[in-house]
Protein backbone atom coordinates (compact mmCIF):
# COMPACT_ATOMS: atom_id res chain seq x y z
CA UNK A 1 0.00 0.00 0.00
CA UNK A 2 1.42 3.08 -0.42
CA UNK A 3 1.59 6.24 2.05
CA UNK A 4 -1.34 7.95 0.76
CA UNK A 5 -3.16 4.71 0.71
CA UNK A 6 -2.35 4.23 4.40
CA UNK A 7 -3.39 7.85 5.33
CA UNK A 8 -6.56 7.62 3.63
CA UNK A 9 -7.72 4.20 5.66
CA UNK A 10 -6.35 6.02 9.01
CA UNK A 11 -8.84 9.05 8.53
CA UNK A 12 -11.59 6.64 7.35
CA UNK A 13 -10.89 4.55 10.40
CA UNK A 14 -10.71 8.11 12.71
CA UNK A 15 -13.67 9.28 11.05
CA UNK A 16 -15.84 5.76 11.75
CA UNK A 17 -14.63 5.99 15.59
CA UNK A 18 -15.10 9.75 16.03
CA UNK A 19 -18.21 11.14 14.49
CA UNK A 20 -20.11 7.63 13.00
CA UNK A 21 -20.46 5.47 15.70
CA UNK A 22 -21.27 7.91 18.69
CA UNK A 23 -24.19 9.14 15.93
CA UNK A 24 -25.43 5.98 15.89
CA UNK A 25 -25.56 5.34 19.19
CA UNK A 26 -27.01 8.09 19.94
CA UNK A 27 -29.97 6.95 17.06
CA UNK A 28 -29.80 3.46 18.84
CA UNK A 29 -30.98 5.31 22.25
CA UNK A 30 -33.30 7.96 19.87
CA UNK A 31 -35.24 5.02 18.90
CA UNK A 32 -35.28 2.80 22.02
CA UNK A 33 -37.49 5.40 23.68
CA UNK A 34 -39.78 5.15 21.21
CA UNK A 35 -41.40 1.84 22.64
CA UNK A 36 -41.66 -1.37 21.32
CA UNK A 37 -38.42 -2.63 19.51
CA UNK A 38 -40.26 -5.45 17.44
CA UNK A 39 -41.82 -3.21 15.31
CA UNK A 40 -39.27 -0.35 15.40
CA UNK A 41 -38.00 0.11 11.73
CA UNK A 42 -35.46 3.37 13.21
CA UNK A 43 -33.80 1.04 15.53
CA UNK A 44 -33.94 -1.97 13.60
CA UNK A 45 -32.67 0.25 10.78
CA UNK A 46 -29.74 2.18 13.33
CA UNK A 47 -28.56 -1.95 14.32
CA UNK A 48 -27.77 -2.31 10.94
CA UNK A 49 -25.89 0.64 10.46
CA UNK A 50 -23.79 -0.05 13.89
CA UNK A 51 -23.39 -3.36 12.42
CA UNK A 52 -22.07 -2.21 9.30
CA UNK A 53 -19.56 0.46 10.88
CA UNK A 54 -18.04 -1.89 13.07
CA UNK A 55 -17.73 -4.05 10.20
CA UNK A 56 -15.66 -2.36 8.82
CA UNK A 57 -13.81 -0.31 11.30
CA UNK A 58 -12.57 -4.07 12.00
CA UNK A 59 -11.92 -4.19 8.06
CA UNK A 60 -9.68 -1.27 7.96
CA UNK A 61 -8.07 -2.66 11.64
CA UNK A 62 -6.77 -5.69 10.06
CA UNK A 63 -5.40 -3.91 6.81
CA UNK A 64 -3.62 -1.60 8.64
CA UNK A 65 -2.68 -4.47 10.70
CA UNK A 66 -1.21 -6.35 7.96
CA UNK A 67 0.15 -3.97 5.50
CA UNK A 68 3.15 -3.39 3.99
CA UNK A 69 3.64 0.59 3.25
CA UNK A 70 5.89 1.41 0.40
CA UNK A 71 7.01 5.16 -0.07
CA UNK A 72 8.81 5.55 -3.39
CA UNK A 73 9.89 8.77 -2.87
CA UNK A 74 12.52 6.86 -0.79
CA UNK A 75 13.62 4.81 -3.43
CA UNK A 76 15.93 5.60 -5.94
CA UNK A 77 14.60 6.05 -9.46
CA UNK A 78 15.99 3.48 -11.94
CA UNK A 79 13.21 3.98 -14.97
CA UNK A 80 11.94 0.61 -13.96
CA UNK A 81 8.77 0.29 -13.29
CA UNK A 82 7.21 -0.26 -9.68
CA UNK A 83 4.92 -0.77 -7.48
CA UNK A 84 3.99 2.75 -6.30
CA UNK A 85 5.17 4.85 -9.18
CA UNK A 86 3.56 7.14 -11.58
CA UNK A 87 3.94 6.16 -15.35
CA UNK A 88 3.06 8.08 -18.30
CA UNK A 89 2.55 6.37 -21.64
CA UNK A 90 1.76 6.90 -25.43
CA UNK A 91 -0.46 4.82 -26.85
CA UNK A 92 1.69 4.21 -30.15
CA UNK A 93 -1.74 3.51 -32.43
CA UNK A 94 -3.66 6.96 -31.21
CA UNK A 95 -0.06 9.09 -29.76
CA UNK A 96 -2.49 9.52 -26.99
CA UNK A 97 -0.47 10.53 -23.47
CA UNK A 98 -2.15 8.42 -19.84
CA UNK A 99 -0.69 8.91 -16.70
CA UNK A 100 -1.29 6.24 -14.13
CA UNK A 101 -0.02 5.64 -10.86
CA UNK A 102 0.18 1.93 -9.60
CA UNK A 103 -1.35 1.26 -6.45
CA UNK A 104 -2.91 -1.44 -4.18
CA UNK A 105 -6.63 -2.85 -4.72
CA UNK A 106 -7.78 -0.69 -2.18
CA UNK A 107 -6.52 2.49 -3.36
CA UNK A 108 -7.14 1.81 -7.28
CA UNK A 109 -8.97 4.40 -8.96
CA UNK A 110 -9.29 4.87 -12.09
CA UNK A 111 -10.99 8.54 -12.45
CA UNK A 112 -8.00 9.44 -10.63
CA UNK A 113 -5.66 7.36 -13.12
CA UNK A 114 -4.53 5.07 -9.78
CA UNK A 115 -4.99 1.39 -11.10
CA UNK A 116 -4.64 -1.90 -9.16
CA UNK A 117 -1.46 -3.35 -9.31
CA UNK A 118 -3.23 -6.49 -10.24
CA UNK A 119 -5.00 -5.39 -13.37
CA UNK A 120 -4.06 -6.10 -16.73
CA UNK A 121 -2.09 -2.77 -17.34
CA UNK A 122 0.17 -2.72 -14.24
CA UNK A 123 1.01 -6.67 -14.23
CA UNK A 124 2.03 -5.57 -18.42
CA UNK A 125 4.43 -2.63 -17.00
CA UNK A 126 5.89 -4.06 -13.85
CA UNK A 127 9.65 -4.25 -14.18
CA UNK A 128 9.73 -2.89 -17.49
CA UNK A 129 11.69 0.52 -17.81
CA UNK A 130 11.36 3.99 -19.33
CA UNK A 131 11.34 3.66 -23.53
CA UNK A 132 10.29 -0.04 -23.60
CA UNK A 133 7.01 -1.08 -25.88
CA UNK A 134 4.71 -3.19 -24.21
CA UNK A 135 1.24 -4.43 -25.42
CA UNK A 136 -1.42 -5.04 -23.13
CA UNK A 137 -4.68 -7.30 -23.39
CA UNK A 138 -7.50 -5.09 -22.95
CA UNK A 139 -11.11 -6.14 -24.23
CA UNK A 140 -11.28 -4.31 -27.20
CA UNK A 141 -8.03 -5.92 -28.44
CA UNK A 142 -4.33 -5.61 -27.90
CA UNK A 143 -2.83 -1.95 -27.26
CA UNK A 144 0.16 -1.11 -27.74
CA UNK A 145 2.15 1.35 -25.55
CA UNK A 146 5.59 2.95 -25.05
CA UNK A 147 6.74 3.70 -21.87
CA UNK A 148 7.50 7.41 -21.80
CA UNK A 149 8.43 8.40 -18.55
CA UNK A 150 8.95 6.86 -14.74
CA UNK A 151 8.20 9.04 -11.94
CA UNK A 152 8.71 8.30 -7.73
CA UNK A 153 5.92 11.14 -6.44
Known amino acids: MTVHGADALREEL ?18 REHGDLKENAEYHAAREQQSFCEGRIQEIEGKLGNVQIIDVTKI ?5 VIFGVTVTLLNIDTEAEVKYQIVGDDEADIKQNRISINSPIARGLIGKTVDSEIEISTPGGAVEYEIMAVDHI
Open 76 to 80: SNTGK
Open 14 to 31: NHLKTVKRPTIVADIATA
